[in-house]
């Protein structure tokens, strides 16, 4: 999703793009067009990628919290992405560097708010989280060890066009165009959702703009909390059907509140999120049930949604 996006505005922008999944692109000829099928598992892969890159934006990862839990393998795979990038920007002098994190890695504690500073290895929720934490280790070590240029940008529930998993937005837009309910877990959680294009700004800001973030650390947010509560019964208002919502306790490995403070990304590079989350969450709604065919991708019986 934020691939997709990210890759749309860097061409819109000139920029020469080389695209890696390991899938084609569903959305966009042109992203498709730009974009290798490469599995970043596997080192030897990248060796079919281009050696004159000035910039790397590491975006891939298994994002699911909860898939996780059940499956931690999935977190060293996390790790093997990371470093084998890292060892291909370090072997092909990579100028610049920019590894995406998450909200998760402030943990789960008693503040709601959290700066850049607040990160706590000893309060890991989740082998997602470690996995997030442990990147951000190594892209810091590579900094020190070998003089690379990084940037880290911590994300906060992105949502928006282009999503097919089983994320809570989708999951609760295509539940409610099926007629069916809304499980929150979290009768008290309450998240930083931002919408896609004011992730892809801050990013934008943060490539054009490396000079002054230069191995810096950005939270990329909305910087307002929204309740889930308050999202279930927006996707509700907002489709044709009426679902109940019900409420189950947090599941393991969740964070339960979480905003982010963006003073720095506001300073630095005059970053301003555009999109109040009620005029996010209705472009986003709008744009599905203008999309049944991806409504239909959507598992809507499920109600394992990841925030």
């Given at each position: ?15 020469d ?34 050696s ?11 994002a699911?919290?909860?898939r ?31 590894f ?23 309060t890991?929720?989740s ?14 070590a ?6 690379m ?9 992105v ?11 989708p ?8 007629a ?35 191995n ?12 889930l ?13 009426d679902?109940?919502?019900?409420v189950?306790?947090t ?8 905003v ?10 005059e970053?301003?999120?555009e ?7 209705e ?10 065919s991806v ?7 499920s ?5």
């Amino acid at each position: 999703m934020i691939g997709t996006a990210l890759v749309e505005r860097l061409l819109s922008e000139e920029y020469d793009v080389c695209g890696v999944d390991i899938v084609s692109n569903p959305w966009s000829e042109e992203v498709d067009d730009a974009t290798q099928l490469i599995d970043l598992r596997e080192e030897r892969a990248l060796e079919r990628l281009p050696s004159d890159v000035d910039s790397i934006v590491h975006l891939g990862a298994h994002a699911r919290v909860h898939r996780l839990v059940e499956r931690p393998e999935l977190a060293m795979e996390n790790m093997a992405m990371t470093f084998n990038l890292l060892e291909f920007a370090r072997t092909n002098d990579v100028s610049h560097f920019l590894f995406a994190s998450s909200r998760e890695v402030y943990g789960n504690t008693s503040q709601v708010v959290y700066d850049e500073s607040a990160t706590f290895a000893d309060t890991s929720e989740s082998p997602y989280t470690a996995s997030k934490i442990g990147g951000e280790s190594m892209v810091t070590a590579y900094n020190q060890c070998y003089d690379m240029t990084t940037m880290i940008v911590r994300f906060s529930n992105v949502y928006g066009r282009y999503d097919t998993a089983d994320r809570v937005v989708p999951l609760f837009i295509a539940r409610c165009d099926n007629a069916l309910d809304l499980t929150v877990y979290g009768a008290n959680k309450v998240l930083d959702f931002t919408y896609i294009d004011d992730c892809v700004d801050g990013l934008y800001k943060m490539i054009d703009q490396h000079h002054k973030v230069k191995n810096m650390t950005l939270n990329i947010a909305s910087g307002q909390g929204t309740s889930l509560i308050e999202l279930a019964r927006r996707v509700n208002e907002l489709t044709p059907h009426d679902s109940a919502i019900t409420v189950e306790s947090t599941r393991t490995g969740e964070v339960s509140q979480y905003v982010a403070d963006i003073e720095r990304a506001k300073r630095i590079l005059e970053y301003e999120p555009e999109f109040r989350f009620c005029d996010g969450i209705e472009k986003t709604v709008s744009w599905y049930l203008e999309h049944p065919s991806v409504l239909d991708q959507i598992p809507a019986g499920s109600t394992d949604a990841d925030p």
